[in-house]
């Protein structure tokens, strides 16, 4: 059961990481550029954790996660293109 | 006790890549490279973190094929490949952007979009 | 006592994210920002209320077969579930109504707002 | 000086929180009689798994119907707001 | 304005898996975690999806609001008749007098992950139902109506 | 401390960096974009305080439908914050 | 009509994918399940058909594309994905990259088609799609290291970015 909480917590550490693009991306396009990689991070994370609480239902949170994340994502996307 | 090992060895990839995927965002120069790192590196991780717990579902669904492990097993799988499809499709989406908002691209060597543009 | 305090973590969180917020609505003057402020502020409300109600190796009040133990209080769960939807609700009509002042005075900054029609 | 005093207030505002979460116990709540008796009881008498959801949609199900009218409500207001003006319609007292 | 063509086809893919499992959130609400709130959220996700990837007037030919508002209307509607069908039934109102045990209706049993009983819970799953449909149509009622203000605004 | 408070604590840091982002950006577009991350990692506490109902509804509301919804009001209004 | 039964059977599938392990029928599903798993999919069907299958995505009926996706997914746009990575870890870790945005032509059809090969170039060696030409079908790809005498030429062929398969090859039984 260590590797996994292990796994996790080096995860969310990553996350954390890539939180200082987030800080410090000059432009608004690397910062979703770094949400995108929160965001992937997350779910991989959500799947993990799963196993370490032995509640398996709970991937059906990482697939919710990783359907609408992306379209927030698409949001900021078409914004930023000017599209909106 | 081989499954045991597999299931180190996902891990340990995973875990690379993802790590590799972050320390590249923070070390390329533009958006597209970042987009790179970011797609790819974190994507192929997260595949692999996910490939370990299929691997887990699998050892144990053949000690206790009561447990359950299946539903855990096709739950992941749909969710890496939900994920695969949406990074890709996210990664285009903000590259177009990032593009029609006039970032060039560092140090490039040639840029045929901008060319047909004008 | 330290390890008491440590554990009262998600609780100092929510007393940081309840401050911050409440620091944007006072001292921002951007509607949308204030807003922001405002949903910043239900998250933390929302937080508390979760965190109220774990309690140490619990696993999640919903009956499968797989993990025993005590379970979270599902409570405080309820009617988290009941704020969020709520507050989604409210913040959309709240960003309505910034662009509809939009619309009208040009501008989202509340204090010339108060000036352009007194 | 504003700033000053406003930094100093929400400080203190900062620090009363601080020492009053310091003293919640968290991971061990000290009532909880209402939830043990849904925990005890929910699957007997709903019949549901999830306890959660028979919590909000029957043991507190009034709650949900304020809910739903709220989102009723709110939908409404947004369409109230953002409904097309008639010909020569202008918005009041412009 | 449409989004490329790339990303519009994802989103051709992803309207009915958005739907499909926005359903399975709201059918097993009683039994895994999830139910009418969490189920309407991501089906509304799916309309929102489908309203970034394409214009706002190609979209609004399909979805109209009409239908949408309909949806909530009916969702609420819903609820409070399953609320007063308690009345008929010789109990208060909102009570759930067809759990825990009745012909059609009985008291789940834990065996796993997804029990599979969807017939448990008496009124819950209709409850379930119509709070789903209720937040799928609000939730893109609101979108709708946002995105015409944008519009509007654009013209002159 | 154990590795479950370890990433509880990371979790919550994250949370509180980002809540510290988002008041500190003058730009509204990146203001929205970490309010997205802000909600991302909220879920996964949720998930971590064992409420993966909540953590659901976080998921699908915060990081999908708000994010949109703060994206059009920003389009709808103006992108920076103005000067005093 | 067609439409909506592709809707309806791809719905219906995926509700008994994530359903699975619920009950004895076959070991998998419940009979209520089943049942329910019936009504998702005519309503979905009925609500998604002009999305999931306009009139130029009738090949996604074909089951045998399906099967040959998943191997495709698995065999060669795995290996393509596991080169790529690698690719991008040296770059990451060197910092060596010579970048640059070429126009590839794909000779794709249909949508479908663009879209699978676009996602498989974001995903594999080293490029990024970055935009597509509507009428052509062409793609606008970043590539993070150009290959030299690349960048010169109007056009590449879309062969030329997968190194060890076939992929447009691939592609194409797949999706036209």
Same mark, same amino acid.
């Given at each position: ?84 | ?10 891990? @340990? ?5 993802? @790590? ?31 490939? @370990? ?30 994920? @695969? ?34 | ?51 109220? /109600? !774990? ?13 025993? /133990? ?34 009208? !005075? ?13 | ?94 | ?15 009915? =898996?958005?739907?499909? =499992?926005?359903?399975?959130? +709201? ?60 009345? =008929? ?41 119509? +709070? ?8 893109? +009622? ?15 | ?84 | ?45 009925? %609500? ?38 690698? $690719?991008?870890?040296?770059? %990451? ?17 249909? $949508? ?20 597509? $030409? ?19 030429? #109007? ?15 691939? %592609?194409?039984?797949?999706? #036209?």
């Amino acid at each position: 059961m260590t590797r996994w909480i292990f796994t996790a917590l080096v995860l969310v550490a990553l996350m954390l990481l890539a939180m200082v693009r987030l800080f410090k991306g000059p432009t608004a396009a690397d910062r979703v550029v770094a949400l995108d990689a929160i965001n992937t991070l997350v779910v991989a994370s959500m799947i993990v954790l799963a196993v370490v609480f032995r509640q398996f239902i709970f991937v059906d949170v990482a697939i919710i996660y990783a359907l609408l994340a992306f379209v927030g994502t698409l949001y900021i996307a078409k914004y930023l293109g000017g599209e909106l | 006790m081989i499954l045991s090992a597999l299931i180190w060895i996902s891990l @340990a990839v995973g875990l690379t890549f993802n @790590a590799l995927g972050v320390i590249g965002i923070l070390r390329f120069p533009d958006v597209y490279t970042r987009l790179h790192a970011d797609t790819k590196a974190t994507t192929f991780g997260s595949i692999f973190t996910s490939l @370990a717990v299929v691997l887990y579902a699998a050892g144990e669904f053949f000690k206790d094929p009561e447990g359950q492990y299946e539903t855990l097993a096709l739950h992941t799988v749909l969710a890496v490949v939900v994920l @695969a499809f949406t990074n890709a499709t996210s990664a285009h989406a903000i590259a177009r952007a990032a593009h029609k908002r006039g970032h060039k691209p560092a140090q490039a060597v040639c840029d045929r979009l901008e060319e047909t543009a004008k | 006592m330290t390890s008491r305090l440590l554990l009262a973590l998600p609780y100092f969180t929510v007393v940081v994210l309840i401050v911050l917020g409440l620091a944007v609505m006072l001292s921002k003057r951007n509607v949308v920002k204030i807003l922001m402020g405002l949903s910043l502020m239900e998250s933390a409300v929302n937080l508390f209320l979760v965190a109220t /109600g !774990y309690r140490h190796d619990s696993v999640a009040p919903i009956f499968t077969n797989v993990p025993a /133990g005590p379970m979270a209080l599902p409570t405080v769960q309820a009617l988290t579930l009941t704020s969020i939807v709520i507050g989604v609700a409210t913040s959309a009509m709240m960003l309505s109504f910034a662009m509809v002042i939009y619309k009208k !005075y040009g501008t989202t900054d509340i204090q010339k707002i108060k000036k352009l029609k007194g | 000086m504003r700033h000053v005093l406003f930094s100093a207030i929400l400080l203190l505002f900062f620090g009363g929180l601080m020492y009053l979460a310091a003293d919640l116990p968290f991971g061990d709540p000290p009532r909880t009689d209402m939830d043990d008796y849904f925990l005890r009881n929910a699957q007997a008498q709903t019949g549901a798994n999830n306890v959660v959801t028979s919590i909000v949609f029957d043991f507190r199900g009034f709650d949900t119907l304020g809910e739903a009218t709220v989102l009723f409500t709110a939908v409404l207001g947004v369409g109230m707001m953002f409904r097309k003006l008639k010909e020569g319609e202008e918005y009041e007292n412009d | 304005m449409k989004m490329t063509k790339i990303v519009r086809t994802t989103a051709d893919l992803f309207f009915p =898996f958005c739907l499909v =499992f926005g359903l399975y959130v +709201v059918v097993h609400g009683h039994l895994t975690p999830g139910g009418g709130f969490q189920g309407g959220a991501v089906m509304a996700t799916g309309t929102a999806l489908l309203l970034v990837a394409r214009s706002y007037d190609d979209v609004t030919g399909r979805i109209r609001k009409g239908a949408m508002k309909a949806c909530e209307a009916a969702g609420l509607l819903i609820f409070l008749c399953a609320g007063f069908s308690g009345l =008929f039934a010789g109990r208060p109102f909102m009570a759930n007098w067809l759990a825990p045990d009745s012909a059609l209706f009985r008291t789940a049993v834990a065996h796993g992950p997804n029990a599979g009983d969807l017939n448990t819970a008496g009124l819950l799953p209709l409850l379930n139902f119509g +709070v789903g449909i209720e937040v799928l149509g609000g939730l893109t +009622v609101i979108l709708l109506y946002m995105l015409s203000g944008i519009k509007e605004e654009k013209k002159p | 401390m154990t590795p479950f408070l370890l990433l509880q604590a990371l979790v919550l840091l994250g949370l509180v960096v980002t809540a510290v982002l988002i008041i500190s950006f003058k730009d509204l577009l990146a203001a929205a974009i970490a309010f997205a991350a802000f909600s991302l990692l909220l879920s996964l506490e949720f998930y971590l305080l064992q409420a993966p109902d909540v953590a659901i509804a976080e998921a699908g509301i915060g990081a999908g439908l708000t994010t949109a919804i703060f994206i059009i009001a920003i389009r709808g209004t103006q992108r920076h914050e103005e000067k005093n | 009509m067609l439409s909506f039964i592709v809707t309806a059977l791809f719905s219906g599938a995926v509700y008994l994918l994530l359903t699975a392990g619920s009950g004895p029928v076959l070991r998998l599903w419940s009979a209520q399940e089943l049942l329910v798993a019936v009504v998702v999919a005519v309503a979905v069907g009925f %609500v998604a058909r002009q999305y999931f299958a306009s009139a130029r995505r009738r090949a996604a009926a074909n089951p045998l594309r399906w099967l040959q996706a998943v191997a495709y997914v698995v065999g060669p746009f795995f290996l393509e994905m596991a080169k790529a990575n690698l $690719d991008v870890a040296y770059r %990451v870790i060197t910092g060596r990259i010579r970048p640059g945005i070429v126009r590839v032509k794909t000779g794709m059809q249909t $949508d479908m088609g663009t879209l699978l090969m676009a996602n498989s170039i974001t995903l594999t060696p080293g490029t990024l799609t970055v935009n597509v $030409d509507e009428e052509s079908n062409d793609l606008y790809v970043h590539m993070i290291n150009v290959p030299a005498g690349m960048e010169s030429r #109007e056009t590449v062929e879309v062969r030329e970015l997968f190194a060890l398969f076939d992929c447009p090859r691939w %592609v194409r039984r797949i999706a #036209e």
